[in-house]
């Protein structure tokens, strides 16, 4: 093989290599839930291209910008309605740094980002703004290892669900659109009110 050919398959690898992307909240101060990701994240690893431990909102953009090609990303960590959170810090949605996923799909594994009016205005800015399709809960994710009320918009929607949904509720092996833990791969379901 040429330097050229091998060059260009070294190039090619690299990126297919970034297509299923984890990134996690690694910040000190999680206590079990720290570990629970840490450890998930090894477990699960065969099933990512690349994980990612992330401190702080400016590591995990700054790990933004070293991917190339992402199709799918999950981030796991803390959240709130219409707030994902890294360490004690807050993603913001308009930060101009979310165009380096370049039309990915984003799974928040946090609790209730996407969840009533802020979690409805976070899923829509990241869709309409930066051409991503946006997954997320609408509602406090784990118990059980489930992960119900699963919601998501492809780039360029806003969002189907009403802006009140999931105030109220929690997870549940019984509550609707769940998913358990250990999936590493949104359901069909997901982009739309059926399922």
Not at 36 to 48: E, R, T
Not at 88 to 117: H, M, Y
């Amino acid at each position: 093989m040429t330097t050229s050919a091998l060059a260009a398959a070294s190039s090619e690898w690299q990126l297919a290599a970034q297509r299923r992307v984890l990134i996690y909240d690694a910040s000190p101060g999680n206590g079990f839930l720290g570990a629970v990701w840490a450890l998930g994240a090894h477990v699960l690893s065969a099933s990512f291209d690349r994980v990612i431990g992330v401190r702080s909102v400016e590591e995990f953009f700054v790990a933004l910008t070293t991917i190339d090609g992402a199709e799918h990303m999950q981030l796991w960590g803390h959240g709130a309605p219409g707030a994902p959170i890294i360490g004690e810090e807050v993603i913001n949605p308009n930060d101009q740094r979310w165009t380096n996923l370049k039309g990915a799909e984003v799974w928040f594994r946090s609790c209730s980002v996407l969840q009533g009016a802020s979690g409805y205005w976070f899923a829509r800015t990241l869709s309409l703004q930066f051409n991503l399709s946006v997954a997320g809960h609408l509602c406090v994710i784990g118990t059980w290892g489930m992960h119900s009320q699963l919601v998501g918009i492809r780039s360029g929607q806003a969002p189907w669900w009403p802006q009140h949904a999931g105030v109220g509720h929690g997870s549940t092996p019984w509550a609707p659109r769940t998913v358990t833990a250990l999936r590493m791969s949104l359901p069909k379901w997901t982009w739309s009110n059926h399922g």
